[in-house]
């Protein structure tokens, strides 16, 4: 089955088609970064403004990349939430439309259940069940996954996701935003065990990163921001290592107690190259076999929504056109 995705919870728009949730044809992605970077953070307004600005242009890129009309699409699939609803509500109704004029089956996806499921375009993917760690700018949950729509919840965060203790930081700092990619950067030229971060709830599958975001601010406080590009690199360095830190241990500690020999890591601070280089170190050590999606995977994508549209499509799922969005959608 040929499916176009669609994707539009939150700063990207993107648009992909996929087949058989397996082979990825085309992935157009255009990205908002630039028109809320000023306001170091995702204005909601602006977003669904513009989402309504790239929603066509990207669909149309999308078929055109996969070499493809839209009478060669099968279904649609399009993030239902959770997210922003203004935004989600753009490409809710342009799926919509694209299905009622088509004819074509069509179906809400969870963001966070796509999120995991990008892990099926991997060339080597994990058969279930696996431990999977869904971490970006709004989650940092660890989930036990049997199949397509059955999870369990491990363990999550108690405050901020790590994604956004990332861009708080970078914040903080005046360094730009989104954070979690600068920093990553700025860390490769620091070392990371010079300014020792604390390291939060050990005993614990939840998370909390308030103690580490805090303790860069009294660090900040009492020393200044950095004055020398290579210190704020020793401060990147020691901040990001704190937050790496605990999601290895913790998804490991969750598959140990599963007995899951396979873990999968998704979402946009899959992307972090630290984390996927000591995820990749530690795994290694305890003979777990890890699967984490190429960068452009992690971040927001349409490809991982058509790989879940697929799987609910083909086993006869169809939405009514009544569906709406959702803000919080617990998987
Ligand atoms: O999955 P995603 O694109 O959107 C959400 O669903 O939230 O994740 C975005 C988050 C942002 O907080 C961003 O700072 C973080 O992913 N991120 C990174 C990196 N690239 C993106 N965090 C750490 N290191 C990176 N290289
Ligand atoms: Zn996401």
Not at 135 to 163: C, K
């Amino acid at each position: 089955m040929i499916v176009l995705g669609i994707e539009s919870s939150c700063d990207e728009t993107a648009a992909a088609v996929v087949r058989d949730g397996r082979i990825l044809l085309s992935n157009v992605i255009a990205s908002q970064i630039k028109d809320h970077s000023k306001y170091g953070g995702v204005v909601p307004e602006i977003a669904s403004r513009k989402h309504m600005e790239a929603i066509v242009p990207v669909i149309l890129q999308a078929l055109d990349d996969a070499g493809m009309e839209l009478s060669d699409i099968e279904g649609i699939a399009v993030t239902r939430g959770p997210g922003l609803v203004g935004s989600l509500l753009v490409g809710l109704s342009v799926a919509k439309a694209l299905a009622f004029s088509r004819r074509l089956p069509w179906v809400g996806v969870n963001h966070l259940e796509a999120h995991i499921a990008s892990v099926f375009l991997n060339e080597k993917a994990p058969v279930f069940p696996f431990v999977a760690l869904v971490v970006s700018g709004g989650h940092t949950n660890i989930y036990y996954v049997e199949n397509f729509g059955v999870f369990t919840l491990l363990g999550q965060t108690r405050d901020d996701a790590a994604g956004e203790a990332f861009d708080k930081a970078a914040k903080l700092l005046d360094i730009g935003y989104p954070g979690g990619m600068i920093i990553d950067n700025l860390a490769k030229e620091g070392n990371r065990n010079l300014l020792p971060f604390p390291r939060a709830m050990r005993d614990s599958l939840d998370f909390s990163f308030s103690g580490v975001k805090t303790s860069l601010l009294v660090h900040v406080k009492k020393h200044g921001k950095p004055s020398s590009r290579q210190d704020l690199a020793h401060l990147a360095a020691g901040y990001q290592e704190a937050i790496v830190d605990v999601l290895v241990e913790k998804t490991l500690k969750a598959a140990e107690l599963k007995s899951a020999t396979q873990v999968v890591v998704c979402g946009g601070v899959a992307s972090n190259s630290r984390l996927r280089e000591h995820f990749a170190e530690r795994s290694a050590e305890d003979g777990i076999d890890l699967f984490i999606p190429p960068p452009v995977l992690c971040t927001d994508n349409a490809a991982m929504v058509a790989v879940v549209g697929e799987n609910l499509l083909s086993r006869g799922k169809i939405d009514e056109f009544s569906l709406n969005a959702v803000s919080r959608w617990p998987l």
